[in-house]
């Protein structure tokens, strides 16, 4: 897979992707991911790439053309028509399911914004869809740009050891993680559950996921309704709920 980000911040993004796990799969060649500087696609002798907007209103907009010749350089490099997605409060709020959607693609390009957004008429000419890594507004879009090729990227076969490393975490399969331990067995008159220590496989693993299923409704209970429940998992959540009227 090879991710471009287009921003006027390159820096910023190449200090993250260099780093820790992700940085060890792109050294390797199992990823690819740059950050390409809008600036040295602008016409002005300034390297200037915003303006302001037509009706008025507070701030600079980013120009439609430097972000268009930026958008035309990668794909002449890429050699493929890439999927290309802005990073905007504006859109669908990123899911895991819709990550692992993404990560079964071999090109992706992300704009990220920057000032009060872009001209509309880069989005209609060239953006795919738009993404929000939650309903608040940053100054920019590196950091959510950052934020979903993390997100991606751990699921792309080579970076992580093995499909084991991220399967079971918390919205992979919608259920948030179970609780996790480790050294030393007592920490500050807290110890670790027994079952953990058991060596029995089968115990181990129903516990895993009935703390699952536990923390889920005790954190998340909205999520409940898309996960894929057997009817032992039904069972035991009917008694969390009972417990929790006992308690109210």
């Known amino acids: 897979m090879r991710i471009d980000i287009m921003t006027l911040f390159p820096e910023m993004c190449r200090t993250v ?38 009706g008025g209103g507070m701030g600079m907009l980013m120009q439609a053309q430097p972000i268009y010749d930026c958008y035309c350089h990668i794909k002449d490099e890429m050699n493929a028509v890439p999927h290309v997605i802005y990073m905007s409060p504006q859109g669908k709020v990123l899911t895991q399911e819709r990550a692992k959607e993404l990560s079964k ?37 590196e950091l959510p740009a ?52 058991s060596g029995h496989h089968a115990n181990i693993d129903e516990w895993k996921r009935q703390e699952s299923i536990r923390r889920t409704f005790e954190r998340r209970p909205e999520l409940l309704d898309k996960a894929s429940l057997s009817k032992k998992d039904c069972l035991f959540l009917q008694k969390i709920k009972s417990e929790t009227k006992k308690t109210d």
């Open 146 to 197: 950052l934020v979903l090729t993390d997100c991606i990227a751990r699921m792309i076969d080579g970076v992580l050891p093995n499909a084991e490393a991220y399967s079971g975490e918390s919205h992979f399969n919608v259920l948030l993680e179970h609780p996790q331990y480790t050294k030393p067995f007592s920490w500050h008159g807290k110890t670790v559950p027994e079952v953990l220590i």
């Open 17 to 54: 992707f260099s780093e820790s796990i992700i940085g060890r799969a792109v050294a390797k060649g199992i990823i690819e991911i740059n950050a390409v500087n809008i600036r040295d696609f602008s016409a002005d002798k300034h390297n200037r790439v915003d303006d302001t907007p037509y």
């Open 105 to 141: 693609l071999d090109n992706i390009v992300i704009l990220c914004g920057h000032y009060e957004g872009v001209d509309e008429r880069i989005l209609e000419e060239i953006v795919d869809e738009e993404i929000s890594i939650g309903d608040y507004v940053l100054t920019g879009g």
